[in-house]
Every structure is written in C-alpha cells, then in structure tokens.
C-alpha cells in the first residue's frame, strides 16, 4: 500500500495530523496578516494521498522478491508565492484564511467522525461475537 500504517484507520490517523497541521498553518498566516513582506503558508496532503491511492500496490508474493510502493504519504508546508495582494508584499487574503479555516474544522470533524464509526462497528463485532 502507500504508507507503513496500512488500512483506513491509518490513513485516517495520517488526515487528522495533516489537518491539525493545517489549523496550525493557517493561524500563522493569520498571526501575520500585517506583517509586511509575508508570505502565506498552505499544507498538502489530500492532493498527494489521492495520488498515492491511484498507484497500483504491489503485493509481495515470495519472501526473497522486491517490490516498489508508493513512499508514505505526509503533509507538506509549502510557501505560496502567488499573488501578492498588497503593496507591502504580504500575500495574506483575510477572507480566504477564515474560509480556510472553516473548511480546515469541517473536513476534521468529518475524519473524527469516520474514526468514530469504524471503532463503533469494531466494537459491536467484538461485543456480538461474544454472544
């Protein structure tokens, strides 16, 4: 598979990270709204996971062969040198950080709730199985 922590659960695990990363990113940028000269800071994730999904696995069928997989899959902070809206250089845009922000504690509320429900389904197989 794509990364050492193979499954939903790990890929999930990998997702609320990078989106705690996010929040901390995008309240950087905020933090430095007026600093002049500032550059905005974005986390990827999501774009490379789709990327790594869409690579074939190779499965390993006799000890002694190699196979290459897709290297794991981790958020990357990267510098956005797009457009500079301002005249001090600083390329913060107040209204897209909150929109970020926004999406940012939706997309992590979502996550948790897969997580939520994939330990909720684990439980009642264990619970039933007892029966």
Do not use: C
């Not at 550059?39 to 696995?57: C, D, I, T």
């Not at 005249?87 to 996550?111: K, P, S």
């Amino acid at each position: 598979m794509w990364s050492s922590h193979r499954g939903v659960i790990g890929d999930l695990t990998r997702a609320l990270s990078a989106s705690a990363l996010r929040q901390k990113v995008i309240a950087h940028n905020l933090a430095n709204f007026n600093t002049p000269g500032f550059k905005r800071y974005a986390v990827s994730f999501e774009e490379q996971l789709a990327r790594a999904r869409g690579a074939l696995p190779l499965e390993r069928t006799h000890r002694r062969h190699r196979g290459e997989e897709p290297g794991e899959v981790v958020p990357a902070v990267k510098v956005d040198r797009s457009a500079v809206r301002r005249v001090d250089g600083n390329n913060v845009d107040l209204e897209t950080e909150m929109v970020a922000l926004v999406t940012n504690q939706l997309r992590y509320n979502a996550y948790i709730q897969q997580v939520n429900n994939r330990f909720s389904r684990w439980r009642y197989v264990i619970n039933e199985g007892r029966r």
